[in-house]
């Protein structure tokens, strides 16, 4: 089974979300191409994240902040 991680960065400038499975990057995004906002909780990057890999929240394995 693979391993997956999710990234996000959140509340400050830049908030994104980053996906990696097996220790290689599959998708990432930032919150601001979905909502015109930079310092807000990347709900958006992360749905598209997921929906990129075809994969579910509870599909993934650990969430580093």
Request: aromatic share 10%; glycine share 6%; charged share 15%.
């Amino acid at each position: 089974m693979s391993e997956l991680v999710l990234g996000i960065s959140a509340y400050y400038h830049d908030s994104a979300a980053a996906l990696v499975c097996d220790g290689r990057p599959v998708a990432a995004a930032q919150e601001e191409r979905f909502t015109r906002r930079h310092a807000a909780f990347p709900a958006r990057a992360v749905a598209y994240t997921l929906s990129g890999a075809g994969a579910a929240l509870a599909d993934v394995s650990a969430i580093a902040y």
